[in-house]
């Protein structure tokens, strides 16, 4: 029986805290996002409690070791310890956190291991703490940093998903051209603006910018953001984003 136990506990485990919500009277659901393991769900006993050690440990976009068993989809969470330094989220950076965090809760499965995505998250997360630093120190509000920061995140989460979103060639696997107007359509990609009436329009060159990584021409920041919100709520359904609407409201990010 004791073997059987080990095979279901991890300890030592790099987690991201991704959301709480109560359970009973006096515990916490734990949303979990594992380097090895993916998106898991755990119980934190206790952790309601105003004197819980664990209570204070429930901090989002701070890497932590987390200890854990259960064969079910619901797991116990035994223990959270710091893991790495400091990462200080506020103002539009922290919404574009929250932003991130409600995307991998709502389009990641769970116990779906991705650990490249989960490299990527912890250094999109360091990147946005950069850019904020960097906004407050010019004690302006220029949110076309962190818009990118988001484009790239949004477009590395579709891929690692699996969803093809492609960027170089069209439908029919044509070399995409520059200065050609496309309509994209999820699930096929490019075609031609007269082969269908869905999707969005967009230039050639946002597709081969945003291929290469290349953000910096305006079109490509306006056209990739409506690109991306249109492949989003294909894949998300019709129940919306909470924090989308925040970030329209801040600086259309």
Same mark, same amino acid.
């Given at each position: 029986?004791?073997?059987?136990?080990?095979?279901?506990?991890?300890?030592?485990?790099?987690?991201?805290?991704?959301?709480?919500?109560?359970?009973?009277?006096?515990?916490?659901?734990?949303?979990?996002?594992?380097?090895?393991?993916?998106?898991?769900?755990?119980?934190?006993?206790?952790?309601?409690?105003?004197?819980?050690?664990?209570?204070?440990?429930?901090?989002?976009?701070?890497?932590?070791?987390? %200890?854990?068993? =259960?064969?079910?989809? @619901?797991?116990?969470?035994?223990?959270?310890?710091?893991?790495? /330094?400091? *990462? #200080? !989220?506020?103002?539009?950076?922290?919404?574009?956190?929250?932003?991130?965090?409600?995307?991998?809760?709502?389009?990641?499965?769970?116990?779906?291991?991705?650990?490249?995505?989960?490299?990527?998250?912890?250094?999109?997360?360091?990147?946005?703490?950069?850019?904020?630093?960097?906004?407050?120190?010019?004690?302006?509000?220029?949110?076309?940093?962190?818009?990118?920061?988001?484009?790239?995140?949004?477009?590395?989460?579709?891929?690692?998903?699996?969803?093809?979103?492609?960027?170089?060639?069209?439908?029919?696997?044509?070399?995409?051209?520059?200065?050609?107007?496309?309509?994209?359509? %999820?699930?096929? =990609?490019?075609?031609? @603006?007269?082969?269908?009436?869905?999707?969005?329009?967009?230039? /050639?060159? *946002? #597709? !081969?910018?945003?291929?290469?990584?290349?953000?910096?021409?305006?079109?490509?920041?306006?056209?990739?953001?409506?690109?991306?919100?249109?492949?989003?709520?294909?894949?998300?359904?019709?129940?919306?984003?909470?924090?989308?609407?925040?970030?329209?409201?801040?600086?259309?990010?």
């Amino acid at each position: 029986m004791a073997i059987s136990i080990n095979l279901h506990k991890h300890d030592n485990q790099p987690v991201y805290v991704l959301h709480t919500y109560p359970f009973k009277e006096t515990s916490l659901v734990v949303e979990l996002f594992s380097q090895q393991f993916g998106r898991l769900a755990a119980v934190a006993k206790g952790a309601r409690r105003p004197h819980s050690a664990m209570r204070g440990m429930l901090q989002s976009f701070q890497m932590l070791s987390g %200890a854990w068993s =259960g064969k079910n989809e @619901l797991k116990t969470l035994h223990s959270l310890n710091w893991n790495a /330094g400091l *990462t #200080l !989220l506020k103002g539009e950076a922290l919404m574009c956190g929250f932003y991130m965090n409600e995307l991998l809760l709502r389009l990641l499965p769970r116990e779906d291991a991705h650990e490249s995505l989960f490299a990527y998250y912890d250094a999109t997360l360091k990147t946005l703490a950069t850019e904020q630093r960097l906004i407050d120190g010019q004690n302006a509000s220029d949110g076309k940093s962190l818009a990118i920061t988001l484009r790239r995140f949004e477009l590395k989460l579709l891929q690692e998903m699996g969803y093809a979103v492609p960027l170089l060639t069209d439908e029919n696997d044509v070399a995409i051209v520059a200065d050609k107007a496309y309509r994209y359509e %999820a699930e096929y =990609g490019a075609c031609d @603006l007269n082969a269908t009436k869905n999707g969005v329009q967009l230039n /050639g060159t *946002t #597709l !081969l910018n945003m291929a290469n990584d290349d953000y910096a021409d305006s079109q490509t920041q306006n056209q990739s953001k409506q690109l991306m919100r249109y492949l989003l709520t294909h894949y998300l359904g019709d129940k919306p984003l909470h924090t989308r609407q925040l970030l329209i409201d801040l600086q259309g990010l």
